[in-house]
């Protein structure tokens, strides 16, 4: 089915209040939705994304990015309903999230929100929805790394929220780690300083503590500071000092979740404590349930290079009108 077909389907549903889900479990999604600024100016340096600015970011254009990353949402969730609980980056600001739930057909959902407040020049932040009707938001907080004499990172905070799930609660953080402009090794070191700014915040919690890390680490499953710093490990390694376990780490994935000059990496990746992972009560881990969501729909041709490209909103400098430069990735927890 394409896209296209799902969205007409969806609209029809959302005409009316959507019904409660049957099952027990929540399902979870994780998107980078590319540069998904409003058109209003700040104090921030967002001056790339107005409508007097080179991009020329207008109304017609937001509007058709908020109803593009709702058309998304529902192509992740499940029997038509979009996820329960939905992590995201690259995000501007709270009015953002606001319009997303409230003026597209999310708001036949009953989302609430929550986003980071950060130290990224440009603006950038990490946000939360979730279904208010499933789930109730304890606290959150907004986590800055810093560098090691302690003064703070230049860069996008985590976003930390303790979730209630019936008689269980979550964990979430939602992550978007410094990028690797000027080189994958010359950045290297200020990923392993946020990996271990984090790994300290989750060593704080508790290994009793169900968690859920989910984001663009701009790191692969193997990098060090996944596996080295942060200890995520592959399902069903047994390694010493095991601290977080991947799901998406050793598949044979044909496809990951962004692509650079010909190459796809699995950047956008789902985090879980071994106590979520292997829970016997309440909310766990429903295995094998990662996935990439690499519907057809979400790609177009790359003119550059072989093979399909994640359809996103901007080629170089170039309106293209699409979703993301990034696919989204989603995980299933159930309940007993």
Request: charged share 25%; proline share 4%; glycine share 8%.
């Amino acid at each position: 089915m394409t896209l296209g077909a799902v969205i007409i389907l969806a609209a029809n549903d959302y005409n009316r209040k959507t019904p409660g889900r049957t099952t027990d479990g929540l399902s979870i999604m994780f998107y980078n939705v590319e540069n998904f600024f409003d058109t209003l100016n700040s104090d921030l340096d967002d001056d790339e994304f107005l409508p007097a600015s080179p991009r020329r970011w207008n109304t017609y254009k937001y509007y058709r990015k908020l109803n593009s990353v709702f058309k998304v949402l529902v192509l992740c969730g499940n029997d038509m309903m979009p996820p329960d609980i939905v992590g995201l980056c690259e995000v501007e600001n709270e009015n953002v999230l606001k319009d997303l739930c409230e003026k597209t057909f999310l708001a036949r959902d009953d989302y609430d929100y929550v986003i980071s407040k950060g130290r990224d020049g440009r603006g950038i932040n990490t946000g939360l929805l979730f279904k208010e009707e499933r789930l109730d938001l304890i606290s959150t907080e907004s986590w800055c790394p810093h560098n090691e004499d302690g003064s703070f990172m230049p860069t996008r905070a985590m976003l930390y929220c303790r979730i209630k799930y019936k008689n269980d609660t979550l964990d979430v953080m939602v992550c978007h780690w410094p990028s690797r402009r000027g080189g994958a090794i010359e950045s290297e070191g200020r990923r392993k300083l946020v990996a271990s700014y984090l790994k300290e915040k989750v060593d704080s919690l508790g290994a009793r503590r169900k968690i859920i890390i989910m984001g663009d680490f701009n790191d692969e499953p193997a990098s060090a500071s996944l596996h080295e710093v942060m200890r995520a490990v592959p399902p069903g390694v047994q390694e010493k000092n095991a601290v977080l376990i991947n799901p998406g780490a050793g598949l044979n994935h044909s496809k990951g979740s962004y692509k650079y000059r010909g190459t796809w990496y699995l950047f956008d990746q789902v985090l879980l404590s071994p106590s979520l992972y292997h829970s016997e009560n309440g909310l766990h881990y429903l295995k094998n349930s990662f996935r990439i969501v690499d519907d057809k729909a979400l790609l177009t041709e790359d003119a550059s290079f072989k093979g399909l490209r994640p359809y996103s909103t901007w080629w170089g400098f170039n309106y293209a009108g699409g979703f993301s430069d990034h696919l989204p990735v989603t995980v299933e927890l159930i309940h007993k």
